[in-house]
């Protein structure tokens, strides 16, 4: 297999007849998917997501792809293609319109359809867009497209295959084999074989979960499951779930009826969806069960069902402020039932213990993934994977969607299948892949690093901006205010020592103040009389003393005044 290295240089001019494709995201991570292919001087997006901020991404909102490996050649982008309505894949598109705003957005109905009411909730107009179906084709410049139907834990999915003068790339987005899907629609895999037949001279591949064996549990296999959480329950069951997830919303509401109970969303993004979903038909809502949060208070517990928005942990999310008992108008109850209907995205996990230890004190009985079957992946297992080979027979193959790990694990799959060694490329972020006569080969890499939203700023936050907070909130800060006279050069005021996060009491500082007095004497005598080295004097004092008795390394700030 080919691997990206460090010493990998930017990649020379494209030959005449290439196709270069250069992914921005996914590749190394679960999130931020975003890939530029390159043919004949013009650009295809496929994708355009965000990644979710870590512990150790303090103040962040969102992480989105780097843009800038081609902000100047906006103007040759012929459409961005949306695989999908996850987060993960349309979420960073009103940032990329905040560059070019007449971007062609080509896909599926609902897809289309969540992208709009987040471009509206950013104050941008919509774009030219182009609502596909599986088994249509069209054409951006050189790209003809033609779209797949698969199987995902959100409806109207679809993979892309793209043909070029280089040959055909299939590119799955997310999907699985379900065979058994609560909304009929299964992965095409007649689609599948007749383009293997054709000839796929590359196959993007989701590897999520290319480490797991077999096959993926059918969604189907959850309503039962449901049925008797509803059936033990003698209180409020309260649904925690991802906002887009309309096919376990739909066993929620199925339960609800069997049992008599009524339902109600909380969390504007759940809301807002499920309205989409239900008015374009993807959601059937059963005349009668579905009621404002509000109206649910009035009911009895037993005849209550919330469905919330906050199964990934979420600080401000409903399940978060109703597990610390800060929510509006729903307050957890001693018998309350509350069901996590997620798995957990990598780098959450803490989140979510703490979410259902917050739940569990107040004395709710918390089903989850790990006690009961109410949540299935939405991804391919290796079966599933090794079944696409087999069916495909691809000549290249570029592992997407995943960690290092899951990448590799698919790699190995492709090999298995008889895909020769040096045609599996595992690539990551930046790194760039081209298409040459039928070969694919690494090909150089681009400088793309994460773009951190934080509130209104975007970009502005840096990786040693994140280590600044890091420390400020692991360590805590001392400030350190020292006047001197500008005529003796000796100390006339302070150390005045101040600390937060490090030490309540500001006595704790007395046995350095002297210390300090002493070096900066030193630093004077030996004629130091700019403020930024008389500063650093301060800061390796404070350092070292703070370190070598307290084990600690707070951010000192070294204040110097002449006066």
């Known amino acids: 297999m080919s691997h990206p290295h460090p010493e990998l240089s930017t990649p020379q001019p494209l030959p005449e007849g290439g196709l270069r494709i250069t992914p921005l995201g996914g590749l190394g991570e679960i999130g931020r998917n975003m890939t530029v292919f390159e043919y004949d001087g013009r650009l295809l997006i496929v994708d355009c997501g965000v990644l979710f901020p870590e512990d150790h991404h303090p103040g962040v ?12 050649r906006l103007d040759d982008v012929e459409a961005l293609v949306l695989t999908h309505g996850h987060e993960d894949h349309i ?33 941008l107009k919509e774009t030219v867009h182009h609502k596909v179906s599986e088994g249509d084709r069209i054409s951006f410049g050189p790209f003809d497209l033609e779209f797949v139907a698969v199987n995902h834990s959100i409806p109207d999915a679809l993979a892309v295959a793209i043909r070029t003068g280089a040959g055909l790339v299939l590119h799955t987005g997310d999907f699985k084999l ?28 989701d590897s999520t979960n290319a480490e797991v064996p077999g096959f993926t549990t059918a969604e189907k296999n959850i309503g039962p499951v449901l049925d008797q959480v509803f059936y033990r329950s ?33 969390g504007r993004s759940m809301v807002r969806n499920m309205a989409i979903a239900r008015d374009l038909g993807y959601l ?36 978060s402020r109703i597990a610390q008992r800060n929510h509006n108008f729903v307050h957890i109850e001693e018998g309350d039932t509350v069901i996590l ?42 079966g599933e994977l090794l079944y696409c080979y087999n069916i495909v027979r691809p000549r ?35 790194v760039v892949v081209d298409l040459i006569d039928g070969k694919a080969r690494v090909a150089g890499k681009v400088d793309c690093g994460y773009v951190f939203v934080d509130g209104s700023s975007i970009g502005d936050v840096t990786e040693a901006s994140l280590k600044d907070r890091r420390i400020l909130g692991e360590e805590g800060f001392i400030s350190v205010i020292v006047v001197i006279d500008s005529v003796s050069g000796k100390v006339s005021g302070g150390p005045e020592i101040h600390a937060r996060g490090f030490a309540e009491d500001d006595s704790t500082f007395d046995e350095i103040k002297q210390p300090i007095i002493d070096a900066l004497d030193a630093a004077v005598r030996e004629g130091v009389d700019d403020s930024y080295q008389l500063q650093q004097t301060v800061r390796r004092v404070v350092g070292r003393w703070v370190n070598s008795t307290h084990r600690r390394r707070p951010m000192i700030i070294p204040v110097v005044l002449e006066a």
């Open 341 to 382: 209907a997620s798995s957990l995205i990598p780098g959450n996990e803490n989140a979510v213990y703490r979410v259902i230890n917050g739940l569990a004190r107040w004395g709710a009985n918390v089903v989850h993934k790990g006690n009961a079957l109410v949540h299935v992946s939405g991804h391919a297992s290796a």
């Open 284 to 319: 059937q809502v059963p005349p009668g069960v579905l009621v404002d949060a509000k109206e649910l208070a009035d009911l009895a517990p037993e005849r209550q069902v919330l469905i919330s928005t906050g199964s990934q942990g979420e600080p401000l999310s409903a399940l």
């Open 91 to 123: 979420g960073a598109v009103p940032f990329l319109l905040r560059e070019r705003g007449d971007v062609p957005l080509v896909g599926s109905e609902l897809t289309l359809a969540l992208l709009g009411s987040k471009l509206r909730e950013h104050r």
């Open 178 to 205: 379900d065979q058994l899907p609560l909304d009929a629609r299964i992965t095409d895999l007649r689609a599948f074989a007749r383009l293997g037949e054709e000839g796929v001279d590359l196959f993007m591949t």
């Open 396 to 430: 290249n193959v570029l592992p997407i969607h995943g960690e290092i790990r899951h990448m590799r694990a698919n790699g190995e799959l492709a090999r298995a299948t008889g895909v020769p060694h040096d045609n599996v490329v595992i690539a990551e972020d930046g």
């Open 234 to 266: 003698e209180k409020r069951v309260i649904v925690a779930c991802f906002a887009s997830h309309v096919h376990r919303v739909q066993q929620v509401l199925d339960a609800a009826v069997t049992h008599g109970r009524k339902v109600a969303y909380v």
């Open 61 to 72: 909102d969102l992480i989105l792809p780097d843009f800038e490996p081609f902000r100047d």
